[in-house]
T-cell receptor
Framework: TQLLEQSPQFLSIQEGENLTVYCNSS?????LQWYRQEPGEGPVLLVT?????EVKKLKRLTFQFGDARKDSSLHITAAQPGDTGLYLC???????????FGSGTKLNVKP | ETGVTQSPTHLIKTRGQQVTLRCSSQ?????VSWYQQALGQGPQFIFQ???????GRGNFPPRFSGLQFPNYSSELNVNALELDDSALYLC?????????????FGPGTRLTVL
């Protein structure tokens, strides 16, 4: 079983629509990161959240860390074709000194 | 400042063979982590090297081994290759800040085991 569950697994939307991707766990994390990965490339870090309830914004992307630090969400406003890619969350846990990645959400934004 | 580079880009091996993958870390970074990413999955942590010492290992068998050199570049060695070892192997370099680490990933090495 995955330590971090991401949903949905796949998302295909039209340009201009809004979307939310979820990252859930039964474990508590000291930090949670979101990455975007494009085909043929390694993941690129978008944000790190460390405080329960924390909200960070990066242009049209809004990231939230759950109050209990077990879950996170990524909301994209007015999606654009350039947002297409694999979105990965990764948690750094208190009891394991490394990052665990979720299985990812594959987003396709159609023009 | 150069980014993280990996070599080779692609590799095809047969079952039972051995493979060595290489990673050059970003300038100023002392930590390299290796990940295995199967098709359609997220990266799985293999191990991390900090200042030439192994600093944590994931759930991978001993036939996965590594090295970090004084210039902080790193190698991943896999012995007795199995079909399930086919994956994208990613390395990430960082300055070791634990939970707030910013990992910079290379483009990966695509390994196919036939």
């Amino acid at each position: 079983t995955q330590l971090l569950e991401q949903s949905p697994q796949f998302l295909s939307i039209q340009e201009g629509e809004n979307l939310t991707v979820y990252c859930n766990s039964s474990s508590v994390f000291s930090s949670l990161q979101w990455y975007r990965q494009e085909p043929g490339e390694g993941p690129v870090l978008l944000v790190t959240v460390v405080t329960g309830g924390e909200v960070k914004k990066l242009k049209r992307l809004t990231f939230q860390f759950g109050d209990a630090r077990k879950d996170s969400s990524l909301h994209i406003t007015a999606a654009q074709p350039g947002d297409t890619g694999l979105y990965l969350c990764a948690g750094f846990g208190y009891n394991f000194n490394k990052f665990y990645f979720g299985s990812g959400t594959k987003l396709n934004v159609k023009p | 400042e150069t980014g993280v580079t990996q070599s080779p880009t692609h590799l095809i091996k047969t079952r039972g063979q051995q493979v060595t993958l290489r990673c050059s870390s970003q300038s100023g970074h002392n930590t390299v982590s290796w990940y295995q990413q199967a098709l359609g999955q997220g990266p799985q942590f293999i191990f991390q090297y900090y200042r030439e010492e192994e600093n944590g290992r994931g759930n991978f068998p001993p036939r996965f081994s590594g090295l970090q050199f004084p210039n902080y570049s790193s190698e991943l060695n896999v012995n007795a290759l199995e079909l399930d070892d086919s994956a994208l192997y990613l390395c990430a370099s960082s300055s070791f800040r634990g939970s707030t680490d910013t990992q910079y990933f290379g483009p990966g090495t695509r390994l196919t085991v036939l």
